[in-house]
C-alpha cells in the first residue's frame, strides 16, 4: 500500500491485540497509528464521536503528524 493509511485500535482491544496494529503500522510507509485509551474493538460503537473526528481530520491532511 503506497498511499496514506489511518489506523485507529483501541488499548484494551482483546480481539486485535494493539501489537498487531503497531505492526501493520511499521509494515505499511505513510501510515498513521492512533490508540485510543480505554476503547475496546468495537470503535464506531464505543467511541463513534471520536473515531469520526480522526477520520475527518485524516481525510482533510492525510499527510500530517
Known sequence: ITVPALIVAGDE???TPRM???A???AL???RLVVL???GHALAIER???LCALVRE???HPIGP
Open 48 to 50: 463513534p464521536e471520536e
Open 13 to 15: 482491544d482483546v480481539l
Open 24 to 26: 501493520a503500522a511499521r
Open 29 to 31: 510507509s505513510g501510515t
Open 58 to 60: 485524516f481525510v482533510a
Open 37 to 39: 485509551p480505554g476503547a
Open 20 to 22: 498487531h496494529a503497531v
